[in-house]
């Protein structure tokens, strides 16, 4: 099976054991079989869609990707990657910090918000949380805006993302 995947993804088809596979931004410019992406892009081969926005997401990712080699992964294999990831692995079940209240302006950034038990608003908020690329649509809230590096600013290493996205989050509780 010829595989395809994208830079951001690249990191958890290596984990998982694919040894062999191409690195496109756009795979259907590849011949491949099966393309591995985020969930948020689409492609006319056939592809898995997969999620990395928290640890749990990662987690699951890396399980289901390697069920696509010889031997797939168990749970302690795949706690290894995790470790030296402080947040990664303190993040990987849900918590509750009900006590910030928020108000999220994009999916993925949701699920992270969820992950680490803010309580989402609309009305009543302390923060504003962002991602930079929608920067312009907060220049007039009156209350603390927090912004979080989406995929271009960001390591291509989901671990790595986590980090640094949770340690932002994590200075508001």
């Not at 992950?115 to 209350?143: A, R, S, T």
């Not at 600013?153 to 671990?159: D, H, L, Q, R």
């Amino acid at each position: 099976m010829k595989i395809v995947t994208t830079l951001m993804c690249e990191e958890v088809v290596r984990l998982a054991g694919i040894k062999e596979y191409k690195v496109n931004k756009n795979p259907d410019l590849e011949e491949g079989d099966l393309a591995i992406l985020l969930s948020e892009s689409k492609v006319e081969m056939d592809s898995l869609a997969i999620k990395l926005n928290t640890p749990k997401q990662l987690f699951e990712s890396i399980k289901e990707v390697s069920k696509l080699t010889e031997r797939e992964l168990d749970d302690e294999e795949i706690l290894e990657f995790f470790k030296g990831y402080e947040l990664a692995l303190k993040y990987l079940k849900d918590h509750d910090n009900s006590h910030v209240k928020v108000r999220v302006l994009s999916n993925f950034l949701r699920d992270i918000i969820i992950n680490i038990g803010f309580e989402i608003n609309d009305e009543d908020y302390d923060y504003v949380i962002y991602p930079d690329y929608l920067k312009e649509n907060v220049l007039n809230e009156v209350c603390e805006c927090v912004e979080i590096p989406s995929h271009t600013f960001v390591s291509k290493n989901p671990f790595e993302r986590i980090e640094a996205r949770y340690g932002i989050l994590e200075k508001l509780i």
